[in-house]
């Protein structure tokens, strides 16, 4: 490793370079919120809401229980505004007057050890007057029961491509074929490792300091203005066990929850969900409801019109979830070209805990959707599935419904990649490897899925242009600092840029670092989301290294500087004056009507093909995977043992969400499965065999040309999936998750006619 | 995430003798731990709240896997892993073997041991929970409190056998070796646990499992173990079925059966077939176990699919003792 990176010859970039927080990590001494305890520290607890819905008449303290050094805070603690600002105003920092979910924080108590915490939060009570609860999203527009608004309807969204639905009828009455499906995906947990902990410290000036477990601390610190009415805070990453984006809005809460008790008490608060908790309190992957109809030409396969109705279940507060319908709309038709299209979507309010932010954001709902519903296609009209997505695939050139022209699409490499890469022998069969000797007798049948995903890199629209994230790059004495909220969350942040400044200026990576992530120090770069921080974020860290060249260059009065090498520049500074340089995001001109929805969705996209074999085993419905082949464009590998990283995780949570990830309420809307032991994610043992081919279409607007990649591996191993189990069976799945009970289930329906071709319609 | 309470010391005895002695001593203050897989866990949850953890695992001699004589010993500290690996234990009790390597994973499998597997407490969706969660639902008869939530009406706690050695053992005719002040008994592996979930076995607070013997079994005897679980890599049984019998001239004979991860004692089934080896022989015995065999809400999986898996994990069974691979 020695040398490497400091001629442009032997670059750190496109190679599989170590980790910055690997050691750290490994040996302990990595500190996460939990480890740190500073002095004088109270623990927080939280009393949530028993019912779905009620009116809240009061907290009652059991007058057993000793309370002589227990504080509690209520809504009229909120010093400032009782709101969490995101999108809307909607959602309290605590209840106040109705309570709309299950487990709503109502009042928070603080004591000297998390047990007596525990254990005061459990002895107050919360009176309420139930009233009746709305469940169902397929109820919820213009129910009586109100939630949100007059309607209950979060955000709405309306796309007509093309001719729209005329397109639809043209096509019809030329010949086309109409085809018919419903959809539909429930809930998923992100499963951060790490619970949601945050610890609220009073500063001297009366000001807060908030360090815990975060992806976005620029979100704490715009919520905590408004909770605290001023803006003296600081918010600091503590190193983070896992986001998924559940660690995206749901921060700002238990900071809110923190703060509030900190500035009651005067004294720091720890506030460290439990597991249970988390899984029963915090958001998870919106379910949808999604219905496509599609024209297609009989001979040629050709897609010629679409109309498609989403219904995606917002929960009981708005959180992020117009922005996860905005995705989900402009990803609807998977990648593929449909010259006329009429997209509907809805997000609707139930009584349920909110729902949010999750790695793909929307996609994996909608593109499970559009790859089941051209495998309806094929099976309807009789064609080859590969071939009939080869025929409908995104080419240079084509326009999306947004009306984006695309260019440089990597969906026929990815494809031809993946099938070639999938035409090696399998693995021997994980059965027979299998601990114990290997499960005999089943009556296994083998098949082969395959799915193609498109993704969005980067905010939807004009988000980067509103946003203007900005970068810093300091001198450090011999070393170099970046100054980013971009945060590492496990994905490898704080090692990209690093690598990327070290190749800028030529020297060893080991110089440098990336600042703590700490708003009272680093500009606001944005929130560590949307597949955007290697691609936007790394850009402007590419840019700021530059200008720190060019400012070394300028303070330098010799001949010959503008060709001088950073070191040379560094030994000859005049003076030792600190030097920091910002860079800021440049609109590459990108045009977006978020009015119309016409325009630039995205700066570029991914591509991804995965092909999946599976056994299913036809007595219990278990299904076994052998294998899963992905070819995914990256753009640039900036790191390839870090990218295929991504891209393999990401697909083993696919998988997950394919056959084992059930979140299971109860009559309350709680999650009755809130365990590690019952809520089922598949563990690196269970991890078929991984083949991970990196495809390079670079992008010009990224750092060395990368893409975004960190949410296309989670959007298509699920429908891969299930063609495999059609593949294998016959069977046709078109719900998520696909269990055990669900597969003898569609078993069972095979037998039935209602799948025959003649009734697709 | 949960801590484990910090109110208990740890003593490492060297002999039986003095484990014993220290049982004698703390009385019901006191608890055996010997991989600590299971027992951490509960103390974790607020199970049991010991001030003394007696640590097996200092003493000689508890390793032991002896398959010399008539009857084979094995002792009970031996560890999960290398019950599963051991040539000779999966030559001669390949059922054992098998059961041994689809516990838990594979760091728990190389701590957990077989004593502690046989004595593994039972189980059930509403018992292996935090003390928040079972506090917030109101508590069970198996811990504080005096309903049970699974059958509702019943007075008897149904907390489900979990441990994947018991029902093969059971197969195996095994016994199992108590040491105690009183001195030394031997109790077939069957009457050692009894149908209450909240304590399934028979061992006394002062007694300690020292050596698990099974005989030799006869050439002529087949065997096999099936488990049903979500995910291979880690999980508990949802159901499992430990079968043996004897093939001699393709006639069955002494058909055995015991299904478990179902009622707190595993279930033998009863009237199994015997006769010429046949599909109609094993269709008979798959129709008993599934008439049998009913699965309780008790712990994960749905009720309904796991009592549909009896007959299923049967004929595996059939089909694994056979040496049959299933035909696609
Ligand atoms: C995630 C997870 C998955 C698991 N999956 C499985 C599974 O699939 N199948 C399965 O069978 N088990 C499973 N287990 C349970 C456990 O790991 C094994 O059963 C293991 O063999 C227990 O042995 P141990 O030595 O660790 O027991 P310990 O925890 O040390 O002891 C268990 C109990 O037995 C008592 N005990 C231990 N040794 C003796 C002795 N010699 N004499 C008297 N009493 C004794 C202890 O006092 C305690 O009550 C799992 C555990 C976990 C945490």
Not at chain 1, 678 to 704: C, K, R, S
Not at chain 2, 229 to 241: A, K, T
Request: aromatic content about 6%; glycine content about 10%; some cysteine.
């Amino acid at each position: 490793m020695a040398g490497a990176g400091t001629t442009p010859d032997d670059p750190y970039i496109g190679r599989g370079f170590v980790r910055a927080d690997g050691p750290a990590k490994v040996t302990g001494a990595a500190l996460y919120v939990d480890d740190v305890r500073p002095r004088g520290c109270l623990y927080g607890a939280t009393v949530r809401s028993p019912v779905a819905r009620g009116r809240l008449k009061g907290l009652r303290r059991d007058p057993d229980f000793d309370w002589t050094d227990v504080v509690i805070a209520t809504a009229a603690d909120v010093p400032g505004e009782n709101v969490i600002a995101l999108m809307t105003d909607d959602q309290p920092v605590l209840a106040h007057d109705e309570l709309r979910h299950v487990t709503e924080p109502v009042a928070l108590v603080a004591a000297p050890t998390r047990d007596r915490a525990l254990a005061a939060a459990r002895h107050v009570e919360v009176l309420y007057e139930a009233l009746e609860p709305l469940f169902d999203p397929l109820k919820a527009a213009d129910n009586p029961i109100r939630i949100f608004g007059d309607d209950n309807i979060f955000s709405r969204l309306e796309m007509v491509h093309g001719d729209g639905l005329d397109g639809m009828a043209q096509a019809e009455a030329a010949g086309a074929r109409l085809v018919r499906g419903s959809y539909a995906v429930g809930l998923q947990e992100q499963l951060y490792i790490e619970p949601q902990g945050m610890i609220a410290q009073p500063r001297e000036d009366g000001g807060l300091t908030i360090f815990g477990s975060m992806q976005c601390p620029y979100y704490i610190v715009k919520a905590l203005k408004r909770v605290l009415g001023h803006d003296r805070l600081n918010v600091v990453q503590a190193v983070t066990g896992g986001g998924f984006g559940g660690k995206e809005e749901y921060p700002s809460m238990v900071a809110a929850h923190a703060a509030v008790l900190a500035l009651k008490t005067g004294r720091p608060i720890k506030l460290i969900y439990r597991r249970d908790e988390d899984l029963q309190a915090t958001t998870k992957r919106h379910p949808a409801f999604m219905t496509y109809t599609t024209a297609v030409d009989p001979a040629s396969g050709r897609i010629l019109a679409a109309d498609v109705d989403l219904l995606f279940d917002g929960g009981a507060y708005n959180t992020l979830s117009p922005v996860v319908l905005s995705r989900a709309i402009l990803h609807a038709l998977g990648p593929y070209a449909v010259p006329h299209a009429r997209l509907n979507a809805r997000m609707v309010a139930t009584h349920t805990p909110p729902n949010g932010a999750f790695r793909g954001f929307g996609a994996p709902q909608v593109m499970f959707a559009a790859e089941r519903h051209l495998d309806r296609v094929a099976r309807a009209m009789g064609f080859d599935p590969v071939a009939l997505r080869r025929t409908n695939l995104y080419r240079d050139g084509d326009v999306t419904p947004s009306g984006q022209r695309l260019f440089d699409v990597a969906s026929l490499e990815v494809l031809d990649r993946a099938l070639a890469a999938a035409e090696a022998p399998l693995p021997p069969s994980m059965v027979a490897t299998r601990p114990g000797g290997g499960q005999a007798a089943g009556r296994r049948k083998a098949g082969r899925g395959l799915a193609i995903a498109w993704h969005g890199c980067g905010f939807t629209g004009n988000g980067e242009a509103a946003l203007a994230g900005e970068a810093d790059v300091s001198i450090d004495g011999h070393h170099v600092l970046i100054h980013t909220a971009s945060t590492d969350i496990g994905q490898g942040t704080d090692s990209i840029f690093p690598a990327i400044v070290a190749d800028v200026l030529g020297v060893d990576v080991q110089r440098v670092h990336n600042a703590p992530h700490d708003t009272a120090d680093v500009p606001d770069s944005g929130p560590t989301v949307a597949s955007r921080t290697a691609m936007v974020v790394g850009r402007v860290v590419e840019q700021a290294a530059h200008s720190l060249l060019d400012a070394l260059r300028a303070e330098a009065q010799w001949p010959g500087a503008e060709d001088a090498d950073f070191d040379t520049l560094l030994e000859r500074r005049p003076s030792d004056a600190p030097l920091r340089v910002r860079a800021r995001y440049e609109d590459a001109g990108a045009e977006w009507d978020p009015e119309t929805y016409r325009g630039d969705a995205y700066p570029t996209y991914g591509w991804s093909c995965v092909v999946v074999d599976v056994e299913v085993d036809t007595d219990t419905g278990e299904v076994l995977y052998r294998r899963l082949v992905q070819a995914t464009d990256v753009g640039k590998a900036l790191n390839p043992v870090l990218a295929a990283g991504q891209l393999e995780g990401g697909a083993l949570q696919g998988l997950g969400y394919a056959t084992s990830e059930a979140v299971v309420l109860d009559d309350r809307g709680a999650m009755r499965n809130n365990r590690l032991t019952n809520y089922i994610i598949p563990t690196a043992l269970d991890a078929p065999p991984m083949e991970t081919i990196l495809v390079e279409y670079p992008f010009a607007g990224g750092p060395f040309g990368a893409k975004g990649i960190g949410e296309i591996p989670h959007d298509v191993p699920a429908p891969a999936v299930a063609a495999a189990i059609e593949d294998a069976t016959g069977a046709v799945l078109d719900r998520l998750p696909m269990t055990p009970e669900a597969v003898l289930d569609a078993l069972e329906a095979r037998e039935t006619p209602a799948e025959t071709p003649g009734a697709a319609r | 995430m949960l801590r484990i309470a910090d109110t208990f010391v740890v003593e490492r005895p060297r002999t039986v003798a003095a484990a014993l002695a220290l049982l004698d001593a703390h009385g019901d203050k006191a608890r055996l731990v010997a991989g600590g897989t299971d027992i951490l866990v509960n103390i974790k949850h607020g199970l049991h709240a010991p001030e003394v953890l007696v640590d097996l695992k200092a003493i000689d001699g508890l390793r032991v896997v002896d398959l010399e004589g008539d009857v084979f010993e094995l002792g009970a500290l031996v560890a999960i892993h290398d019950l599963a690996r051991h040539p000779g234990v999966q030559a001669a009790l390949p059922s054992l073997a098998r059961a041994a390597g689809l516990i838990a994973g594979p760091q728990l499998r190389r701590m957990g041991t077989l004593g502690g597997n046989i004595c593994l407490d039972t189980r059930c969706v509403y018992i292996n929970q935090t003390h928040f969660w079972r506090d917030a639902l109101g508590y069970c008869i198996k811990k504080d409190g005096t309903v049970c939530h699974v059958t509702k009406v019943g007075k008897k706690c149904v907390a489900a056998a979990s441990n994947d050695t018991a029902p093969v053992l059971w197969t195996l005719g095994a016994s199992v070796r108590l040491a105690s002040p009183r001195g030394v008994r031997e109790l077939a592996l069957e009457d050692f646990y009894v149908n209450d979930g909240e304590k399934n076995t028979v061992l006394a607070p002062d007694e300690i499992l020292t050596h698990v013997r099974v005989p030799r079994p006869a050439p002529t005897r087949r065997m096999a173990y099936q488990k049903l679980r979500v995910r291979d890599s880690i999980d508990y049984p949802m159901l499992n079925l430990a079968l043996a019998f004897d093939l001699d001239g393709g006639v069955v004979s002494n058909l055995d059966v015991v299904v478990s991860a179902v009622a707190a004692r595993p279930r033998r089934v009863k009237r199994l077939p015997e006769g010429p080896l046949s599909a109609a022989l094993i269709d008979e015995a798959a129709a008993l176990a599934h008439k049998q065999v009913r699965p309780l809400t008790n712990i994960n999986g749905d009720v309904a699919w796991r009592r549909e898996m009896v007959p299923v994990l049967l004929r595996r069974a059939f089909a694994e003792a056979l040496g049959e691979e299933a035909a696609a």
